[in-house]
């Protein structure tokens, strides 16, 4: 999606520098796992998600939670994209979302809502290499563009550990 619409946003900024941390300290608690923001990390995030897209039928979190997940997870992948492509973080259409380069914007929070409630059908390694394409085009917009969702999570609330229903 062209970042027409686009608003630079220091604050979601450091958000999703936080909320990344607190992925890469899920995946080493959680399933000994160590993200180091590579390109090739982004395959951890994508086994992760199917682990636990598989779980919420009988786990079944709240709404809240997912979108928590989402936001953390997306985090991961929009901090991992910005430190290995650049970027910047901000509100497109009132929605998360990270600028690149080549005119083109990007939804990793959105991206991993979808992830974590359609499944498969929405994988992220395709996406994020998708994001890398268009980086790299130079094209002002680009060639074909994965469709954002409709809304997007709300900002990360002040509320209790999103992972608790994992077993936190």
């Keep these: 999606m062209s970042n027409d619409d686009f608003i630079a946003d220091p604050q979601l900024q ?4 936080q909320a990344a941390e607190g992925c890469v300290a899920f995946l080493k608690q959680k399933f000994e796992k160590s993200l180091d923001y590579s390109d090739k990390s ?9 682990l636990l897209h598989a779980s919420m039928a009988t786990e079944k979190p709240s709404q809240d939670d997912i979108e928590e997940f989402a936001m953390i997870f997306g985090s991961y992948l929009g901090e991992t994209y910005r430190r290995n492509h650049g970027g910047q973080w901000g509100l497109a259409s009132g929605m998360p979302a990270l600028a690149i380069g080549s005119g083109y914007t ?6 991993v809502f979808k992830r974590l409630t359609n499944g498969e059908e929405d994988e992220v390694c395709g996406w994020y290499d ?4 268009y ?32 077993g936190g």
């Design 14 to 17: 450091q958000v999703a520098e």
């Design 42 to 50: 982004v395959e951890d995030i994508e086994a992760v998600l199917t």
């Design 130 to 133: 998708h994001m890398i394409q």
């Design 106 to 111: 990007g939804y990793p929070w959105s991206r």
């Design 135 to 166: 980086g790299a085009s130079g094209d002002t917009v680009p060639r074909v563009v994965p469709a954002p969702q409709a809304a997007a999570p709300p900002p990360p609330s002040k509320k209790k550990n999103p992972f608790d229903f994992f």
